[in-house]
C-alpha cells in the first residue's frame, strides 16, 4: 500500500516533541515601539511561532524594483533571542498600488467580463505570467535576504489560495486547450457532455460558449477542476522557488481556507511540505453540543461537530498526517457586527481538541488587535490598548499546557473508528446541480455538506472517531489495507466517482469490511454524468437493494426500527429519500422504514452481508437522532467506548510513537459535570488517575490524560 501522507517530505523537520503555538504578528501594521514588550508578553506566554510579512508586498517594493527587505530584521532578531521561532511569508495575494496602476490587466474579471476593482486582496489573475513574474522576483529578493536566518522554521507561500473564479480571457483559452488536450476530438467532448441537448454541439473547441451563460453540469464540474489546478500550479510554482532557499529542515507551506470556490485542497496540499489550514469556528454557545445554532457566517463553523469536522478535513487534505492550524479566533471574529468573544475556557478546549484531531501547531490571527484597516474589528490576543487582559491570560495559560503536552504527541495519530469518504468534485458538482435546497445565498450551493454533516455527527454524538479520506486518495489502498485501516466506511454524497472507485468500494466490502452507502452515491460517473442502471450502480446486487426513483422530503418524516435497529423517539428522514426496494432473494434486511402514506411501502436503511463483509444502505439523510441510532448499529466497537459518557461530553484520542494512548475528555457545556475514568492514567503533570476514579470537568473545560498501557481497557 502506498497512499500520499505516509510520512513528511525527507528534507523537512517538524518539532516533534513541541506543539507549535502562537500567533500572527506583524509589527509593521502597529509600530516597531512595541516590539520588545510584544514578544516578551509572548515568551511569557510560552508562545514558540510567529507568522510575519505575508500580507505586506507595498512594504516590501514600495516601488517597482525598489526593495527595503531591512525592516523586518529587527523582528527577526528579537525573535531568535527569546526562541520564537518565525514562519515567512510571500507577500503575493495582495499586489502594491503602483503595480494595479502599472498594469490594470492583472485584474481579475468576473463571469460577466467586468474586473474586479482594486482594494481588497487576491483581485489578480494569479495565471498571468507577466505577474508571475513580479512574484518570484519579490520572493527571491525577500528570501536571497532572509532565508537563513536562525530564526525562520518555515515558509508560507501566499495565502488562503482561490478567493475567485477567473474568467480572464488567457483563462478561458487555457481552459478550452485543456480540453482539446482531454478529449483530443471535438466529437468526443460532445459525446461525453451531451452537448446534441439544446443545440449545444460544437463543431470546433472555439466555439465553446464563456462559462457565465452555462447550463450544463459537466462544464461546470470541468472548468471547477481547471480552476482548482490552476490555483494548484500557482502555489507549486512559488513553492518550487521557495524550495531553493528551505535549507536546514525548512517547511514549506500555504493557508488553505477550505471555503474558498478555486481551491481544491488535496491539489494544492500536495504542492506543500506541509498543509497549514485556517479555523474559524463560532463561539458562546456555537459551541455548546446539545444545542443547533446556525452558523454566524459561511466561512465560521457552527457546533462541536462543524469545529471537529473541519479539523478532520485538514488531516485528510494532508493525506493523513499531522497539520498546522495559522489561523484561529482569539477574540471576535469578521465586522463590526460579529462580537463573540469565547467564553472562559473555550480557547483552551478548542485547541486540545485541534490537537487532538492532528494540529501539530496552533497559531491565532492574530498577536494585536489592529486600530484601522479593514480587519480592525478582528480581535487579537491583545485587544486595541495593547494591554493583556483575559484572553492573553488564558492563552499564556494555554501555553504552559502545550508545553507540557508537545513530547507526549511525537509520531501522534488520532484513532478512527470509522473512515468516511469526501469526494471535491461531488461538493463542487452539487454546489452546480443541488440535490436539496440550498440554506445559503449565491450561486454556489451547500448540498453536500446538507448530505455529509448529519453523518458525521451523527458518528461523532455515538462516541465514534472519524477519519475522512479522499476519494482521490482511495486508490492507494489495496481492499484489504481499507478494511484494515477502516473497519466500517460510510460513503454518503459520493456522486461523482469513477468505476475504478466504486469498484474499490465494493471489494471492500468483500473483503470484510462494512460500507454504509448514503444518498446520492453511485449515481453519476466521473464526469458527472447520471449513471444510467439500477441505483447506486455496481453496488445494487452487493446491496441487495436498488432504487429507481427518488424523492426530496419537504419535511421530516418519521422513520420506523426494526428488530436488529431500535430507533429513539422522534428519529426521522430529511431533505431526501430513495425509493429503495429489496431485491427479490430476500437476503437484504430492512433495518428502518418511513411512517408515511406513500413513502411507508420503500424501505429506509437496508443491510446485507457480502462475501465477507457486508453493504448497509442508507436512502435518506438522518435527523440528529436517527443519525446517532445509525452510527450506534453501524459502529458497535469505538475506542472511546470506555469512557462511559453522554453528550455534552466527549471524549477523542490518539496514540503516539511510544504506544500511549492520550485521552482527550471535553465538557462542551457551560455547566460543570462529573465523568468516571474508566482506566489507570496519569496527567499532564505526571499525578496518578485509578481506574474508576470520579473526576469533575468545569465548564468549558478539557482534561488530557495519558494511558501508558493501551491495551488495559481491552482485558
Not at 489550514?277 to 455548546?288: E, F, K, P, R, S
Not at 468516511?420 to 458538482?429: A, E, H, I
Amino acid at each position: 500500500m502506498s497512499h500520499r501522507g505516509d510520512q513528511a517530505p525527507a528534507h523537512v523537520t517538524l518539532p516533534e516533541t513541541r506543539i507549535l503555538f502562537g500567533a500572527a504578528y506583524y509589527p509593521e501594521y502597529v509600530g516597531f515601539d512595541r516590539l520588545e514588550r510584544d514578544l516578551d508578553l509572548m515568551r511569557a506566554a510560552s508562545v514558540t511561532v510567529i507568522r510575519m510579512g505575508e500580507s505586506v508586498w507595498s512594504t516590501w517594493e514600495p516601488r517597482d524594483g525598489e526593495f527595503d527587505l531591512e525592516w523586518i530584521g529587527p523582528a527577526l532578531d528579537a525573535a531568535h533571542a527569546r526562541g520564537i521561532r518565525v514562519i515567512l511569508g510571500t507577500p503575493t495575494y495582495a499586489i502594491p498600488p503602483w503595480m494595479q496602476r502599472a498594469h490594470p490587466e492583472f485584474a481579475a474579471e468576473r463571469a460577466d467580463g467586468s474586473r474586479i476593482p482594486w482594494g481588497g486582496r487576491q483581485e489578480i489573475d494569479l495565471t498571468n505570467d507577466e505577474f508571475f513574474g513580479y512574484c518570484e522576483r519579490v520572493i527571491r529578493a525577500i528570501l536571497g535576504r532572509w532565508a537563513e536566518h536562525p530564526a525562520i522554521i518555515g515558509f508560507q507561500v501566499d495565502n488562503e489560495p482561490g478567493l475567485h473564479l477567473l474568467h480572464n480571457d488567457a483563462v478561458f483559452a487555457r481552459f478550452v486547450q485543456s480540453l482539446r488536450d482531454e478529449f483530443g476530438d471535438v466529437d468526443a467532448l460532445n459525446e461525453a457532455w451531451g452537448l446534441t441537448y439544446w443545440s449545444h454541439r460544437l463543431t470546433d473547441f472555439d466555439e465553446l460558449w464563456r462559462p457565465a451563460g452555462n447550463t450544463i453540469p459537466q462544464y461546470d464540474l470541468a472548468w471547477r477542476r481547471f480552476q482548482g489546478a490552476e490555483v494548484a500550479r500557482f502555489i507549486g510554482r512559488q513553492a518550487a522557488i521557495v524550495r531553493e532557499y528551505a535549507t536546514g529542515g525548512r517547511f514549506v507551506t500555504t493557508c488553505l481556507a477550505l471555503t474558498r470556490v478555486a481551491m481544491d485542497e488535496v491539489r494544492v496540499a500536495n504542492e506543500l511540505d506541509v498543509a497549514s489550514v485556517n479555523l474559524y469556528y463560532g463561539t458562546q454557545d456555537h459551541l455548546d453540543a446539545r444545542l443547533d445554532l446556525a452558523p454566524v457566517a459561511t466561512w465560521v463553523t457552527t457546533g462541536v461537530w462543524g469545529l471537529l469536522l473541519s479539523a478532520d478535513r485538514s488531516y485528510a487534505a494532508s493525506g493523513g498526517r499531522r497539520f498546522l492550524v495559522a489561523e484561529t479566533n482569539a477574540q471576535s471574529i469578521g465586522g463590526s457586527d460579529l462580537n463573540l468573544p469565547p467564553y472562559p475556557g473555550q480557547l483552551r478546549q478548542v485547541a486540545l481538541a485541534l490537537v487532538a484531531r492532528g494540529a501539530a501547531m496552533i497559531e491565532y490571527w492574530h498577536w494585536n488587535t489592529l486600530t484601522t484597516g479593514t480587519e480592525m474589528n478582528w480581535g487579537g490576543v491583545l485587544p486595541h490598548s495593547g494591554e493583556p487582559g483575559r484572553i492573553y491570560d488564558e492563552v499564556a495559560a494555554l501555553g504552559s499546557d502545550l508545553d507540557a503536552l508537545g513530547p507526549l504527541t511525537a509520531g501522534f495519530r488520532p484513532d478512527a473508528d470509522v473512515g468516511f469518504v469526501v469526494s471535491g468534485d461531488s461538493r463542487w458538482f452539487m454546489e452546480f446541480e443541488p440535490p436539496v435546497p440550498s440554506r445559503v445565498p449565491g450561486p454556489r450551493a451547500d448540498a453536500y455538506d446538507q448530505i455529509i454533516a448529519p453523518f458525521y455527527r451523527g458518528l461523532l454524538e455515538a462516541g465514534a472517531q472519524v477519519r475522512l479520506v479522499h476519494d482521490t486518495d482511495l486508490a492507494g489502498y489495496t481492499p484489504d489495507a481499507l478494511v484494515a485501516a477502516f473497519p466500517v466506511l460510510v460513503a454518503a454524497g459520493l456522486g461523482v466517482a469513477d468505476d475504478a472507485t466504486l469498484a474499490l468500494l465494493r471489494a471492500y466490502a468483500d473483503a470484510g469490511g462494512h460500507l454504509v452507502l448514503g444518498p446520492r452515491t453511485a449515481t453519476g460517473d466521473e464526469l458527472g454524468r447520471a449513471r444510467s442502471g439500477r441505483l447506486p450502480e455496481q453496488l445494487t446486487d452487493a446491496a441487495g437493494v436498488g432504487y429507481s426513483e427518488w424523492s426530496n422530503l419537504a419535511g421530516p418524516v418519521e422513520v420506523t426500527g426494526s428488530a436488529a435497529l431500535a430507533v429513539s423517539t422522534g428519529a426521522a428522514a430529511t431533505l431526501w429519500a430513495d425509493g429503495l426496494v429489496p431485491a427479490d432473494d430476500d437476503e437484504a434486511a430492512v433495518l428502518a422504514g418511513y411512517r408515511h402514506p406513500f413513502f411507508g411501502s420503500f424501505a429506509a436503511v437496508t443491510t446485507r452481508a457480502f462475501g465477507a463483509g457486508r453493504v448497509s444502505v442508507v436512502g435518506t439523510v438522518p435527523d440528529r437522532v436517527f443519525a446517532r441510532d445509525l452510527a450506534e448499529a453501524f459502529v458497535p466497537d469505538r475506542v472511546a467506548a470506555v469512557w462511559r459518557v453522554e453528550t455534552p461530553v466527549m471524549v477523542t484520542s490518539g496514540r503516539n510513537a511510544s504506544g500511549a494512548r492520550l485521552w482527550f475528555v471535553h465538557n462542551w457545556s457551560g455547566e460543570a459535570v462529573r465523568v468516571i475514568v474508566p482506566v489507570d492514567v496519569v496527567d499532564l503533570l505526571g499525578a496518578p488517575t485509578p481506574a474508576h476514579t470520579e473526576i469533575t470537568i468545569d465548564a468549558w473545560g478539557a482534561h488530557v490524560y495519558i494511558q501508558q498501557d493501551p491495551h488495559e481497557e481491552e482485558r
